[in-house]
């Protein structure tokens, strides 16, 4: 009886730490996926707020 417990307690934080890992791999995946950003030049307003 004993030995079932265990590999339920077991099976329960494995799954934990899967379930976790796959939540931070598809965070990572939706919102730190490193975007490629256009190279425009500066708008005109840019520079005008940057020297009054």
């Known amino acids: 009886?004993?030995?079932g417990w265990i590999f339920l307690l077991i099976e329960f934080w494995?799954?934990?730490v899967l379930a976790a890992s796959f939540g931070v791999?598809?965070?990572w995946i939706i919102w730190g996926?490193?975007?490629s950003?256009?190279?425009t030049p500066p708008s005109p307003i840019a520079e005008h707020d940057?020297?009054?």
């Open 1 to 3: 009886m004993i030995g």
């Open 14 to 16: 494995v799954l934990l």
């Open 25 to 27: 791999f598809a965070g």
């Open 33 to 35: 996926w490193p975007r």
């Open 37 to 39: 950003t256009a190279k």
């Open 50 to 52: 940057e020297n009054p």
